[in-house]
């Protein structure tokens, strides 16, 4: 049984120019592997975690000190988030998925939203 040709996702490697398993197939495998992916990740960073808890505490402590205004200013954003007082706007290239770029972290709710994209160019600069 031969299926129709749009069922099936683009792939160049392929002799026919389309991956060997059809879409609905491969999405069922797909929901089936994830979960025990998504659990070795986080057993990883557990573990990772308890292995150098000291270590990635006072790194972090260590930032906190060194940028204490810019730590300000992130969590000022994300509990006007919350909150509802700050709402994400797209970037102006139309992505929906947007961080907050502070200009002035002393003025830390005025904030451009960026796609990750635009965001790594503007601090790039």
């Known amino acids: 049984m031969r299926k129709d040709e749009s069922g099936f996702s ?3 490697a392929s002799r026919d120019g389309l991956t060997y398993v059809c ?3 491969k999405r069922a ?3 089936n592997r994830l979960p025990s992916i998504r659990d070795k990740r986080k057993l990883y960073r557990v573990r990772h975690y308890r292995e150098n ?3 990635l505490n ?3 402590r260590d930032y906190r000190k060194k940028y204490p205004l810019k730590v300000r200013a ?4 994300r509990n006007a988030l ?3 007082r700050l709402h994400k706007e797209p970037c102006y290239c139309g992505e929906v998925k947007v961080e907050a770029h502070h200009e002035d972290y002393s003025r830390p709710l005025n904030v451009e939203w960026l796609c990750n994209w635009h965001h790594k160019q503007k601090i790039g600069e």
């Open 10 to 12: 683009i792939r160049k």
């Open 23 to 25: 879409k609905p197939c």
């Open 29 to 31: 495998y797909d929901n």
């Open 53 to 55: 808890r000291e270590r």
């Open 58 to 60: 006072k790194e972090a």
């Open 74 to 77: 992130r969590e000022a954003v």
């Open 82 to 84: 919350r909150d509802g």
